[in-house]
Nanobody, 126 residues
């Protein structure tokens, strides 16, 4: 059974940094798309970043390019999202998701993913 557990959320001041972790179990990172999505209250869930483990290709939403970095640690079966220069607009619940045989551009569409974590809250104070 695929399980994804996010951690690392919290309260941070604008301009600060957080690193989110997504610990995966029940599968190895061979040929998966693993994405980070976020959902603010009253808004739809949107893609933030995604990595294709087959070739390491990545996707970033325009709003986070240059500030966020996605990476994997295969030895720990964990995906990270390093978030720098956080803005109030980045506040949301962040979700990790995975789908086998996916591509990095899958990060544009949450409907393409079939396994989800429970989410972790990111709050940015101004």
């Amino acid at each position: 059974e695929v399980q994804l557990v996010e951690s690392g959320g919290g309260l941070v001041q604008a301009g600060g940094s957080l690193r989110l972790s997504c610990a995966a179990s029940g599968f190895t990172f061979d040929d998966y798309a693993i994405g980070w999505f976020r959902q603010a209250p009253g808004k739809e869930r949107k893609g933030v970043s995604c990595i294709a483990t087959s070739d390491g290709s990545t996707y970033y939403a325009d709003s986070v390019k240059g500030r966020f970095t996605i990476s994997t640690d295969d030895s720990k079966n964990t995906v990270y999202l390093q978030m720098n220069s956080l803005e109030s607009e980045d506040a949301a619940v962040y979700y990790c998701a995975a789908v086998q045989y996916g591509f990095s551009w899958y990060g544009t569409n949450p409907a393409l993913f079939d396994s989800w974590g429970q989410g972790t809250q990111v709050t940015v104070s101004s």
